[in-house]
């Protein structure tokens, strides 16, 4: 059984940064690509990052490139999101996934494992 948890989540004002932090249990992570999605009040849950399996490979929504990084430590079985320059436009329920192939993917449905997320709010 894969188990994702995130946290890192929280309050923070407009222009600071927060990291998320995604740890991963009962899987073989090194093998996985890695996701973070996101989802507003009110609107459907959106793609903003992903990784491939080694790191090699990163892909972003256009709204966060050059402001949000995602990362992975394979030692540990983490991926993590760092993101700087926040918006209040980037408040939401963030969630990472998990994907058994290696190569990051933008659609929601490619990923077999998710977790429960971690909320941002970002304050104007």
């Known amino acids: 059984q894969v188990e994702l948890v995130e946290t890192g989540g929280g309050l923070v004002q407009a222009g600071g940064s927060l990291t998320l932090s995604c740890e991963v249990s009962?899987?073989?992570?090194?093998?996985?690509?890695m996701g973070w999605f996101r989802q507003a009040p009110g609107k459907e849950r959106e793609f903003v990052a992903a990784?491939?399996?080694?790191?090699?490979?990163?892909d972003y929504i256009d709204s966060v490139k050059g402001r949000f990084t995602i990362s992975r430590d394979n030692d540990k079985n983490i991926v993590y999101l760092r993101m700087n320059r926040l918006k209040p436009d980037d408040t939401a329920v963030y969630y990472c996934?998990?994907?058994?192939?290696?190569?990051?993917?933008?659609?929601?449905?490619?990923?077999?494992?998710w977790g429960q997320g971690t909320q941002v709010t970002v304050s104007s």
């Open positions: 990784i491939s399996w080694n790191g090699g490979r990163s």
């Open positions: 009962g899987g073989t992570f090194s093998l996985y690509a």
């Open positions: 996934a998990a994907d058994r192939t290696p190569i990051p993917q933008r659609l929601a449905i490619k990923y077999e494992y």
